[in-house]
C-alpha cells in the first residue's frame, strides 16, 4: 500500500460536524461548500500525518446508500423497526450517476500526493441491508438475485475509481463478519453457503481487475457501540476457510475490542495477504497512546511479517445518524496512530 513499513489510514468515514449534516441533507448540494468541507478533512488526514487518505466518505447520505447514486431502482423509505432513513430496492437496477464515487477521487487527487482510498459496500451486505421481501419481491423474487444485479453496477464503479487515480478500493464487508457469530449462523438454513455467497459476489468484483489495490473491510461492527447496533461475538475462525478464497490483496480486521479473538488468527491465514491492523478504538471518549497501539502492532508481529502490516482504526468514525465522535478527538487519535508508526519505523526497519 506504501513506500513505508506500517503504513497508515483510516478505514473510510470521518465525523460529520453540523455544518457538513446540513450541507449533505440540502437538494441540491452546495458544490462550492462542499469541496470546501472536503479539503478540510483530506487537509486534517494530511496535517496527522497519515499515509494514505480520502474525502471522509462526506460526499454520502449513506456508505451503504450509495449504490442508489449509481443505480435507479431505489426508494427512501422509513424502517419500521427503528424509524431511521430506509433506501430499498422496489425496481430493477439501472445504470445513473456511473462514476459518482471516481469522481470523489479525482477531486481527493487534486488536493494531495498521498496514496488515496476509495471505499464500496459490498454486495451481500446490500442485500441484507436492502432488500425486503414485502417491497422487494416484485423486482427481485429473492435477495440472492438482487445481489447479483449490484455485482456489475459495482464493478463497473471500482474500473472508474481505479482510472481516477485510487491505489486502493476497499470492499466494506459487515455482513461476512455476521458469521464469526453462532447465534447468527444458527438463524441461517445454510450458513456456510451464505457466507460462500458473500465471498462469490466479492470475486466477481474483483475479478481480472488491474491497476490498483483490492481489499475487504472485516467489519465486526466496532462501532456498534456508538451507532446503537448489535455487536457480533466469536472470532475470525469461523470463518476462515471464507476469507482464504477471497480473491483479494489486502483485509482489515479489528483488534481493540475482546470480542475480536486472539491474533494468532494469523497464522491461519494466506500469507499473500497484506492485513490492515485495527490498532486504534473507535469508540468514543477513548484515546489509545501511541504505545498501546504499539503493543497491539507488536503483538500482531508475532505472526506476520512487518511488510505484510498497515495500521488503521477498527471501523469507520462513522458519520451516520447514530454516531457522535467529535472530530478534534478522532484528530487525536489518528495522530498518536501515526505517532505509533514512527514509533515501529524506528524500532523495526
Known amino acids: 500500500?506504501?513506500?513505508?513499513?506500517?503504513?497508515?489510514?483510516?478505514?473510510?468515514?470521518?465525523?460529520?460536524?453540523?455544518?457538513?449534516?446540513?450541507?449533505?441533507?440540502?437538494?441540491?448540494?452546495?458544490?462550492?461548500?462542499?469541496?470546501?468541507?472536503?479539503?478540510?478533512?483530506?487537509?486534517?488526514?494530511?496535517?496527522?500525518?497519515?499515509?494514505?487518505?480520502?474525502?471522509?466518505?462526506?460526499?454520502r447520505k449513506s456508505y451503504i446508500g450509495v449504490i442508489a447514486e449509481l443505480a435507479h431502482g431505489f426508494e427512501l423509505s422509513t424502517n419500521p423497526a427503528d424509524g431511521r432513513p430506509w433506501?430499498?430496492?422496489?425496481?430493477?437496477?439501472?445504470?445513473?450517476?456511473?462514476?459518482?464515487?471516481?469522481?470523489?477521487?479525482?477531486?481527493?487527487?487534486?488536493?494531495?500526493?498521498?496514496?488515496?482510498?476509495?471505499?464500496?459496500?459490498?454486495?451481500?451486505?446490500?442485500?441484507?441491508?436492502?432488500?425486503?421481501?414485502?417491497?422487494?419481491?416484485?423486482?427481485?423474487?429473492?435477495?440472492?438475485?438482487?445481489?447479483e444485479d449490484c455485482v456489475p453496477i459495482l464493478r463497473n464503479e471500482i474500473e472508474r475509481i481505479r482510472d481516477a487515480g485510487a491505489d486502493i478500493v476497499q470492499i466494506d464487508d459487515p455482513h461476512l463478519c455476521l458469521f464469526v457469530d453462532p447465534e447468527v449462523r444458527a438463524g441461517y438454513d445454510d450458513a456456510e453457503g451464505a457466507a460462500a455467497f458473500s465471498v462469490d459476489m466479492v470475486n466477481q468484483l474483483v475479478d481480472g481487475i488491474a491497476g490498483i489495490r483490492t481489499a475487504v473491510h472485516l467489519c465486526r461492527r466496532a462501532g456498534a457501540r456508538t451507532r446503537g447496533e448489535a455487536a457480533f461475538e466469536g472470532g475470525y475462525e469461523a470463518i476462515i476457510g471464507q476469507l482464504n478464497r477471497l480473491q483479494v490483496d489486502h483485509l482489515t480486521m479489528e483488534f481493540t475490542v475482546p470480542e475480536a479473538g486472539d491474533m494468532e488468527v494469523f497464522r491461519m491465514l494466506r500469507e499473500d495477504f497484506e492485513i490492515g491492523l485495527g490498532c486504534v478504538s473507535v469508540a468514543p471518549g477513548q484515546i489509545d497512546s501511541p504505545g498501546t497501539i504499539v503493543e497491539r502492532v507488536e503483538r500482531a508481529m508475532q505472526y506476520l511479517a512487518p511488510e505484510r502490516i498497515t495500521l488503521n482504526p477498527d471501523c469507520g468514525f462513522a458519520?451516520?445518524?447514530?454516531?457522535?465522535?467529535?472530530?478534534?478527538?478522532?484528530y487525536t487519535k489518528i495522530n498518536n496512530q501515526v505517532a505509533a508508526a514512527e514509533i515501529l519505523r524506528q524500532k523495526h526497519s
Not at 16 to 32: G, K, Q, T, Y
Not at 101 to 120: N, S, Y
Open 87 to 147: 433506501t430499498i430496492v422496489t425496481d430493477r437496477l439501472a445504470p445513473k450517476h456511473a462514476g459518482f464515487i471516481a469522481a470523489e477521487v479525482d477531486f481527493v487527487k487534486q488536493l494531495t500526493g498521498r496514496k488515496i482510498k476509495a471505499t464500496i459496500p459490498a454486495p451481500a451486505l446490500l442485500g441484507e441491508r436492502m432488500w425486503d421481501a414485502g417491497e422487494s419481491a416484485k423486482a427481485y423474487p429473492t435477495c440472492e438475485a438482487f445481489v
Open 319 to 330: 458519520p451516520g445518524s447514530g454516531a457522535v465522535v467529535p472530530i478534534d478527538e478522532v
Open 1 to 59: 500500500m506504501s513506500d513505508v513499513l506500517f503504513p497508515a489510514s483510516v478505514i473510510g468515514s470521518m465525523p460529520r460536524s453540523a455544518f457538513v449534516r446540513d450541507l449533505i441533507a440540502d437538494e441540491p448540494v452546495d458544490p462550492d461548500a462542499m469541496d470546501a468541507a472536503v479539503a478540510y478533512i483530506v487537509r486534517l488526514q494530511e496535517r496527522a500525518g497519515l499515509d494514505v487518505v480520502n474525502d471522509g466518505e462526506w460526499r
